[in-house]
Nanobody, 124 residues
Framework: QVQLVESGGGSLQAGGSLRLSCAAS????????MGWFRQAPGKEREFVAA????????FYADFVKGRFTISRDNAKNTLYLQMNSLKPEDTAVYYC?????????????????WGQGTQVTVSS
């Protein structure tokens, strides 16, 4: 089992940058494929980015390609999401998740473990 805690959210103006972190405890994070999702008020949770166990493979939602970068440091048991050129439509609660799977995973049901989320608010 693994516990996930996100941090790094905040409020900022459009065009700015944030780096989210997700600290894992329990089983070593290198055992899990990991991902970031987000949920805006009144909307369903949506996929943002995913990374394989080793970090060698990544996949992004079209709406963040070229702006967001997912990475992981297995030695530190930490997942990251670097977010640049933020837009008001990026406003949401961002969640990290871990899946006991190989490859990159984009569907929420395949993720067994979830953090509590961190709020990102982007104003115009």
């Amino acid at each position: 089992q693994v516990q996930l805690v996100e941090s790094g959210g905040g409020s900022l103006q459009a065009g700015g940058s944030l780096r989210l972190s997700c600290a894992a405890s329990g089983r070593t994070v290198s055992s899990y494929a990991m991902g970031w999702f987000r949920q805006a008020p009144g909307k369903e949770r949506e996929f943002v980015a995913a990374i394989s166990r080793s970090g060698g493979s990544t996949f992004y939602a079209d709406f963040v390609k070229g702006r967001f970068t997912i990475s992981r440091d297995n030695a530190k048991n930490t997942l990251y999401l670097q977010m640049n050129s933020l837009k008001p439509e990026d406003t949401a609660v961002y969640y990290c998740a871990a899946a006991n799977a190989i490859g990159v995973i984009t569907t929420p049901p395949r993720y067994a473990y979830w953090g509590q989320g961190t709020q990102v608010t982007v104003s115009s």
